[in-house]
């Protein structure tokens, strides 16, 4: 049997000094494995503590972080929810002021088909010729629809014939003062000849047209019609003028509000009676001849 001191890893071999007792050198081998192995426990446990505070500080710090973002959302939401209206208000067009008693607003683009109404051209600050022009067309426009009222009601023949009447004197003044003066003004601002000469072939064709009506009896065939007829030619005419004349025309070098003046002067003196000035500058006018008549074809009951 072997000695004990023989073997490999015993106390005997472990000894510094071959002359100490083996008991003793025993007894040193065993305090030194249980102090290193406490020292490795003690490394082991700090070793795990350090990794569990590093563990939960990163966990509190995702924790944080996760906390921090949540904060920022509620914030968002909470200016989004209530600051929101108020950029929304900030950021919105400002708000259209009221149009002056002078000016007309922009007509909204036709749908379906072209009328007096939505072409007509906006009013401009101080009117001018532009402006009593399209008064003149709005007017008769309004006129034209109440002949067709009338015409499908089968009204009296007096009524029909007394508004075809009127819408006749109107149409002729109109026409002349546009051939006297403001179609001349156009050709000399520089306005297409092509586009005024159009204009002319176009009155004589409705002055064709107003002659047969005025005589005529509200009585003979196709009557009716022909007021119908002309409307259609006056409309046409005014949309011409409203989309293509009358934009150059502003655009041109005219003295349009000069114009207007020598304009109402000729109607005055070819509708007496019609007030237009009179109510323009704001004074109360008789309504006499053709404004009568039109009133009375207008207010009465078919």
């Known amino acids: 049997m072997p000695d004990d001191k023989s073997k490999r890893g015993s106390p005997d071999n472990k000894r510094l000094n071959k002359s100490e007792p083996y008991e ?21 446990r700090g070793t795990s503590k350090r990794t569990a505070t590093s563990s939960g500080s990163s966990a509190s710090k995702s924790r944080d972080s996760r906390g921090a973002a949540r904060a920022a959302d509620s914030a968002a939401k909470r200016t989004s929810k209530w600051a929101g209206p ?46 009593l022009l399209t008064d003149d067309h709005l007017r008769v426009s309004a006129l034209f629809k109440q002949f067709e009222k009338l015409a499908k009601k089968e009204a009296p023949g007096d009524q029909r014939q007394s508004l075809a009447q009127a819408i006749c004197a109107m149409l002729k003044a109109h026409t002349t003062i546009e051939e006297e003066i403001f179609y001349p003004a156009a050709r000399a601002a520089g306005i297409e000849a092509d586009l005024l000469d159009e204009a002319d072939v176009e009155h004589a064709s409705a002055k064709d ?40 025309c502003r655009r ?18 070819l509708l007496p009676g019609d007030g237009a000035s009179a109510e323009d500058a704001g004074e109360p006018g008789p309504i006499t001849g053709i404004l009568a008549r039109i009133n009375q074809t207008l207010f009465s009951k078919a």
């Open 252 to 269: 041109a070098d005219m003295e349009l509000v000069a114009l207007r003046a020598e304009m109402e002067s000729r109607k005055m003196a």
């Open 24 to 44: 003793v050198a025993y007894a040193r081998s065993k305090r030194a494995g249980s102090a290193s192995k406490s020292t490795s426990t003690g490394a082991g």
């Open 86 to 131: 108020a950029m929304k208000r900030a950021n919105a067009a400002p708000r259209r002021q009221p149009a002056s008693a002078l000016t007309r607003g922009t007509p909204k683009p036709p749908k379906e088909e072209k009328t007096a109404e939505n072409t007509a051209p906006r009013t401009m600050r101080e009117a001018d010729a532009v402006d």
């Open 209 to 248: 047209l107003i002659a047969q009506i005025e005589a005529a009896s509200p009585d003979d065939d196709h009557y009716d019609a022909k007021v119908k007829v002309l409307g259609e030619y006056i409309t046409h005419h005014v949309v011409e003028e409203h989309t293509e004349m009358f934009p150059k």
